[in-house]
C-alpha cells in the first residue's frame, strides 16, 4: 500500500509540475544602466561613473567591478561573489545609489539581475496590410495590454513601430525676431495645454472637485495658439510655423521575410515555467489573429519548440531504456513473473520523484529529464540483486518462500545498500562543489537520480521480498510463465566457465598474474593520456544562425537600412534553405535572425555551411559576422565567448599592448571576428565657446547648449491625445556644419550667427571607456568556430603566447566564456577526487577495513579503455557533461567490485579457503553483476544514441556509462579478485613487519637480543 502511495502521489504531481528549457539560473551579478542623454563618453566618465566606482566599491562581497562610459548613458557590471543573496544585493546597490547626486541629465537608475533564463523567449512578429501607424497603435493599445496580463508574462517589448506626431516647424529667424527660442514656446505649449484639478468648490452640504480643461483638441487649436502679443497686433503660431501630422524619426524597424512588421519580444516572470507562458501567449495571439483577419503573426525564436523536442527526446530515451531493462531481466532471469517483480521498480520510483519535483519546486528541464533517464536502468540494480539472491535460496537451497525472501534480502543488505550509496555519494561533490551556471543546472540531474534511487532502495528492501515470498508459494503454477533459451544458458555457462579457469590459472600463478595487471594498467593509464581535450558544452542542432551587420560610427537609419535590405534580398533569392528571416535594424548596426528549413547535427556540416556565407556575403563600408546562436548564454553578460581585458592607467602602455596581442591572436584558428573597445572612433564635433563674447551679450552656456540641442534634434513640448507635438526647425532634415554656423542667437540688442561666439572642429574620441575593477581597461573580443579544437587547447595556445610577455600577466585576464571554463573546472576536478574520497570511506565503513577499499578504488581506472573508444567514436570532447558522467562512473564501477568482496568476507567468515571463496563469490554474484551492469549500460544507451534538439546536453552521460561500465564490469571480474588478493597480502606483510618492529623495540628496550 505504501508503494502504491507513492507511486498515486507521483501520477498526481506528474502534470502539476512546471515545464521549462533549463533550471532559473540566477548568477549573483546585477548590470546597472543609468540613461544621461546629451553627454559624450567623457562627460558620463567624469560625472557619473567615477562617482559611482568610488560607493560601489565599499559593497560588501563584491568581487568585480566593471563600467563602461557611453555616450548617453554608464553602464555597470558588478559580479559578487558566490553564495550572495541578489536580492540582498540589489537592495544594497539602490541604498547606494540614494547617497550619490547624480547630474539633471542622468535619469533613473535601471537595475538590471544578469540571468541567461531571462533571455526573451518568444518573438512574434506582427504584419498587416492595413498600414503600420494603425498596426502599432493596435499593438500597443489592445494588444500588448492583453499579453502582459497573462500569467508568467513579465514584460512586452515592442520593435519596430511607427507612432504618429504632430509636427511644427517653425522658421528659426522669425522666431528669434520675436524674442522667443524653441525651448520658451515648448513651455508656452506646456502652459496652455493643460487639464488638471484645482481645487473644491462647495455648494451647500456638497462637495465637488474643481477642475480645468484647457486641452488641444485638434491642430487647429494648435495653429491657433497666440505666441506674441501686444495692444495692437496679436501673432498666431501658424503665422510663423507650418503644422502638420506626421510620423516621428524612427529608431528601429523590424521585418520578417522582407515584410514590415511589429515585433513583440516576451520575456517570463523570474519563476513562471517557459512553455506555460510560450503556450499562454500562442494561445492568446491566435484568439488575436481570428478577430482580426488582416493580421499576420510569424514566430521568428520559439524556445517551446526546443523544450517540446528536447523532453520528447528524454521521454523515449527513458522508455526505451526502460523497455531495453525489462528485455535485459526477463532474458536473465526466464521469468516473466519475476521480471515484472524487478520492474515494478521503474515506474514506482521514477513517478514517485515527482512529488518531491513539486514539494522542491523542480521543473521538467533538460537536465532533471536527464536524470532520469540515467536512472532508468540503474534503479532495478538492488531489486536485481535483492531478488536474485532470494531466488537461490530458494531454488539451490531448497528453503522455504518466506525464510528464501528473509535470509536473501539479509545477505545482501550491507553490499547493496554500499553499492547504491556510492553511486548517490558522487552526486554530493558535483553539487556542492560546482558553482556557476553548471553548479546549478547539476543539481536538476542530482535531485532526480538520487531521490529515485533513494525511492528504488526502499522498494527493493520492502516491495521486492514480500512480492517474492508471495509468488514463490505458488511457483509449480508459474511454470507456464516461464521461459527457456538454450543457446543463451550455454553460452552464459561458457563466459562463467571461461572466467572461473581464468581467475583460477592466475590465482595459482601470481607472478603472471602480476604481469597481466601491469598490462591491463599500463593500457588504462595509456587512454586516460590519448582522450581529448576538455571543453564546456557540446554543439547542438544547428538550425538557427545570426547575421550582424555593423556600419561606421555615426551611420543613419536609412542607409542600414539599405545595406540590411539588400543583404535580404541575397538570402532570399540565392538560398532557399532559409525558411524565415527575422531583421532589426536600428542606427549603426542591425542583426537577422536567420531559421533554416533543415537542422544540421554535425559541427563540420554547419562551419562548412557558416564559411561558405562567410565568403560569399559581402556589404561595401559594412562589418558583416556570420554565428551560430547558442542555447545557452556562458559570456557572463560580455556577449562574446572570447573576452580579454587589459587594464592599464597608462593609454600609450595599454594601446601597444592590445596591437600586439591582436597580432598575436589572429595566429589561433579558431578565434573569429576579433576586435577591440577602441577600434572604432566616434567622430564628434566640438564647439568651444568664447565666454569673454558671451558675456559682453549677457549670454551664458546653458543657453547655447540649449538652443543648439534644439536645433539638432528639436523639442517634444506635449501631446495632442496619444500623439506627441513636435517642435523643430523648418529646413532640412539632417542639419549641415554650416547650417550650425550660421544658427541665429537671439542677443539684447540683434541676431548673430553662432560662429560669432564659438569655433567649431571635428575630432575623434573613443565611443566607450571602460574600466575594471576602478582601472582604465580596454577589451578585446572575439568569437568561436563552430567545429573547433576543444577549449582547453585555444587557452592553451593563449597561454603560450602571454608566456613570450610575463611582465603582462598582472594587466592581462581572461573572461567570459573561458573563464567559466576555468573555473568549472577547477571545480570539476576537486569534485572528482572528492568523490573518490567519499567512495573509499563508504566502503572503508562497510567492510570495517583500510585495505579492502583499495582494492576497489583501483577499479576505476578500468572505465578508461571504453571512455576512450566511446568519445572518439562519437567525436565529443571532454565537455561537462562527458566530466560528470565519467564523475558518475566513479559510484558505479565499483558496485561489481563490492558484491564480490562482500560475498568473499561472508564465506570466508564460513571457515572457506580465500582463493576457493573467491572463485565462488565470482561464480554466484556473476550473475546479478552482469544484470545490473548490462541493465545500467542498455538503459543509458539511447541516450548516447539521441539525435535532435537538445541531445547533446545528456548525450553524453549515455556514451560515457554505456562504454565506461561495459569495459569496467568485464575488467572488474578479473582485476579486482586478483587485486584483492595482492592489496591483503601486501597489508599482512605489513603488518607483520609492524609486529617484527614492535617486537624487536621492546626486547632492545629490555635488554635483551632480537
Given at each position: ?23 532559473p ?15 559624450s563618453?567623457q ?21 568585480k ?61 506582427i504584419?498587416?496590410?492595413s ?6 497603435t ?8 492583453r499579453l502582459?496580463r ?5 514584460t512586452v ?32 505649449f ?16 456638497y462637495?465637488?472637485?474643481?477642475k ?6 485638434d ?20 503665422d ?39 503556450d ?37 530515451n ?17 521469468s ?6 524487478i ?11 515527482f ?40 531454488k ?5 518462500p ?6 536473501g ?8 545498500i554500499?553499492?547504491?550509496l556510492?553511486?548517490?555519494?558522487i ?25 529515485s ?32 533459451i ?27 598474474a602480476?604481469?597481466a595487471?601491469?598490462g ?82 554535425s ?36 556577449g ?21 596581442l ?24 566640438h ?18 547648449s540649449?538652443l ?9 513640448a ?10 523643430t ?74 608566456d ?6 598582472s594587466?592581462?585576464?581572461i ?20 568523490a573518490?574520497?567519499?567512495?573509499y ?53 565499483c ?23 573467491i ?6 554474484r ?9 541493465t ?17 546536453m ?10 565506461g561500465?561495459?569495459?569496467a ?36 628496550k ?5
Open positions: 500500500m505504501l508503494s502504491l502511495s507513492i507511486l498515486l502521489l507521483g501520477l498526481f504531481c506528474m502534470n502539476k509540475t512546471s515545464i521549462d528549457l533549463f533550471p539560473v540566477h548568477l549573483p551579478t546585477l548590470m546597472i544602466v543609468i540613461p544621461a542623454p546629451g553627454l563618453s562627460d558620463i566618465e567624469q560625472k557619473i561613473t567615477t562617482p559611482l566606482e568610488e560607493v560601489f566599491n565599499t559593497l560588501s562581497r563584491l568581487e567591478l566593471r563600467s563602461e562610459s557611453r555616450s548617453n548613458q554608464a553602464l555597470f557590471l558588478l559580479k559578487f561573489k558566490w553564495g550572495t543573496s541578489i536580492d540582498f544585493a540589489a537592495m544594497s546597490v539602490r541604498e547606494v545609489l540614494k547617497t550619490i547626486a547624480l547630474p539633471s541629465e542622468a535619469h533613473t537608475p535601471l537595475i538590471h539581475r544578469w540571468d541567461p533564463s531571462e533571455e526573451p523567449i518568444l518573438r512574434a512578429d504584419s498587416s496590410q498600414g503600420l501607424e494603425k498596426l502599432t493596435l499593438i500597443e493599445n489592445k494588444i500588448r495590454p502582459e497573462l500569467k508568467g508574462v513579465a517589448e515592442i520593435g519596430g513601430g511607427l507612432h504618429g506626431q504632430v509636427k511644427v516647424q517653425i522658421d528659426p529667424e522669425k522666431l528669434a525676431s520675436r524674442g522667443l527660442s524653441l525651448y520658451q514656446l515648448s513651455e508656452l506646456k502652459q496652455e495645454n493643460i487639464k488638471k484639478q484645482i481645487g473644491t468648490f462647495e455648494e451647500g452640504h462637495e465637488m472637485a474643481l480645468l480643461n484647457s486641452e488641444f483638441k491642430i487647429e487649436d494648435i495653429q491657433s495658439l497666440p505666441v506674441a502679443l501686444s495692444s495692437k497686433h496679436t501673432l498666431l503660431l501658424k510663423i510655423a507650418d503644422i502638420s501630422p506626421s510620423f516621428e524619426e524612427r529608431k528601429t524597424l523590424a521585418r520578417v521575410s522582407n515584410q514590415e512588421s511589429v515585433s513583440l519580444s516576451i520575456k517570463k516572470a523570474h519563476n513562471a515555467a517557459t512553455l506555460d507562458v510560450i499562454a501567449v500562442k494561445k492568446e495571439l491566435t484568439q488575436v489573429a481570428e478577430e482580426i483577419p488582416a493580421l499576420r503573426v510569424t514566430y521568428s525564436k520559439d524556445d517551446s519548440f526546443y523544450i517540446n523536442t528536447s523532453r520528447s527526446i528524454l521521454w523515449n527513458f522508455w526505451q531504456g526502460s523497455v531495453l531493462t525489462f528485455i535485459v531481466v526477463l532474458l536473465f532471469l526466464k516473466w513473473i519475476t521480471t515484472l517483480i520492474s515494478t521498480t521503474i515506474p514506482i520510483s521514477i513517478i514517485g520523484t512529488a518531491f519535483m513539486k514539494y522542491f519546486g523542480i521543473s521538467q528541464n533538460v537536465f532533471s529529464l536527464a536524470g532520469f533517464s540515467l536512472a532508468a536502468g540503474m534503479v532495478v540494480d538492488s531489486s536485481t540483486v535483492i531478488l536474485e539472491n532470494i531466488y537461490r535460496h530458494f539451490e537451497e531448497g528453503k522455504s518466506w525464510r528464501a525472501a528473509v535470509e534480502t539479509q545477505e545482501v543488505w550491507m553490499g547493496v554500499a553499492s547504491s556510492t553511486t548517490m555519494a552526486f554530493i561533490p558535483v553539487v556542492y562543489c560546482i558553482k556557476g551556471i553548471f553548479g546549478i543546472l547539476f543539481k536538476d540531474i542530482a535531485f532526480t537520480f538520487v531521490i534511487m533513494v525511492l528504488a532502495l526502499f522498494i527493493g528492501f520492502t516491495l521486492i521480498p514480500c512480492l517474492s515470498a508471495l509468488l514463490l508459494k505458488h511457483e509449480k503454477k508459474l511454470e507456464p510463465f516461464m521461459i527457456k538454450k543457446w543463451m544458458d550455454r553460452m552464459g555457462i561458457k563466459i562463467q566457465n571461461y572466467f572461473l579457469k581464468t581467475l583460477s590459472y592466475f590465482l595459482n600463478a601470481p607472478k603472471k602480476a604481469l595487471l601491469l591491463i594498467y599500463a593500457l588504462c593509464f595509456v587512454c586516460i593520456a590519448l582522450l581529448p581535450g576538455f571543453d564546456l558544452l557540446p554543439a547542438g542542432e544547428f538550425k538557427n544562425f545570426l547575421i550582424r551587420i555593423k556600419g561606421n560610427p555615426g551611420s543613419h537609419l536609412e542607409y542600414i537600412n539599405e545595406k540590411t535590405s539588400l543583404l535580404e534580398h541575397t538570402l532570399q533569392t540565392h538560398h532557399p534553405e532559409i525558411e524565415t528571416l527575422a531583421t532589426s535594424v536600428k542606427e549603426e548596426e542591425s542583426q537577422i535572425y536567420t531559421i533554416l528549413k533543415k537542422s544540421l547535427f559541427e563540420k556540416k554547419s562551419e562548412r555551411y557558416l564559411k561558405s556565407l562567410r565568403q560569399e556575403l559581402h556589404l561595401p563600408d559594412m562589418e558583416l559576422k556570420i554565428l551560430d546562436v547558442p542555447k545557452l548564454d556562458t559570456t557572463e553578460g560580455y562574446q565567448p572570447f573576452t580579454l581585458i587589459i587594464k592599464h592607467p597608462d593609454v600609450r602602455i595599454r594601446k601597444d599592448m592590445i596591437l600586439q591582436m597580432e598575436s591572436l589572429k595566429t589561433i584558428p579558431d578565434i573569429l571576428y576579433l576586435s577591440s573597445s577602441e577600434e572604432r572612433a566616434q567622430p564628434e564635433l564647439v568651444t565657446l568664447d565666454f569673454q563674447k558671451l558675456k559682453d551679450h549677457h549670454l551664458t552656456a546653458d543657453q547655447i540649449h543648439i540641442y534644439g536645433h539638432m534634434t528639436g523639442v517634444k506635449t501631446q495632442l491625445g496619444d500623439e506627441d507635438i513636435f517642435i526647425e523648418q529646413g532640412p532634415t539632417k542639419a549641415s556644419l554650416e547650417d550650425l554656423q550660421k544658427l541665429p542667437i537671439l542677443t539684447q540688442n540683434k541676431i548673430l550667427p553662432l560662429s560669432t561666439f564659438s569655433e567649431i572642429h571635428e575630432t575623434t574620441r573613443e565611443q566607450t571607456i571602460a574600466h575594471t575593477d576602478r582601472i582604465p581597461s580596454t577589451a578585446i573580443y572575439g568569437y568561436l568556430k563552430a567545429d573547433r579544437r576543444s577549449l582547453s587547447m585555444i587557452l592553451r595556445d593563449i597561454d603560450s603566447l602571454m613570450q610577455k610575463p611582465s603582462w600577466a594587466h592581462v585576464s573572461e567570459s566564456t573561458f573563464k567559466i571554463f576555468k573555473e568549472t573546472f577547477s571545480d570539476l576536478f576537486i569534485a572528482l577526487v572528492i573518490i574520497i567519499l567512495v570511506m563508504i566502503l572503508a565503513a562497510q567492510f570495517e577495513s583500510f585495505a579492502q577499499p583499495i582494492t576497489l578504488i583501483l577499479s576505476l581506472p578500468l572505465a578508461a579503455i571504453g571512455v576512450l573508444i566511446g568519445v572518439t567514436l562519437w567525436g565529443l570532447y571532454l565537455h561537462v557533461i562527458v566530466m560528470v558522467g565519467i564523475i558518475l562512473l566513479v559510484g558505479i564501477t558496485d561489481s567490485g563490492i558484491l564480490i568482496i562482500e560475498y568473499v568476507n561472508i564465506l570466508r567468515e564460513r571457515g572457506m579457503d580465500r582463493n576457493e571463496a572463485l565462488t563469490a565470482v561464480k554466484h556473476m550473475r546479478p553483476i552482469l544484470i545490473t551492469a548490462i545500467d549500460i542498455v538503459g543509458t544507451a539511447p541516450m548516447a544514441f539521441s539525435t535532435g534538439a537538445g541531445a547533446e545528456y548525450q553524453g552521460f549515455g556514451v560515457v556509462t554505456m562504454f561500465l561495459t569495459t564490469t568485464f575488467l572488474t571480474l578479473l582485476v579486482t579478485p586478483l587485486m584483492y588478493t595482492w592489496i591483503e597480502d601486501l597489508y599482512e606483510f605489513f603488518q607483520l613487519k609492524l609486529l617484527w618492529m614492535q617486537v624487536t623495540f621492546f626486547k632492545q629490555e635488554g635483551g637480543s632480537p
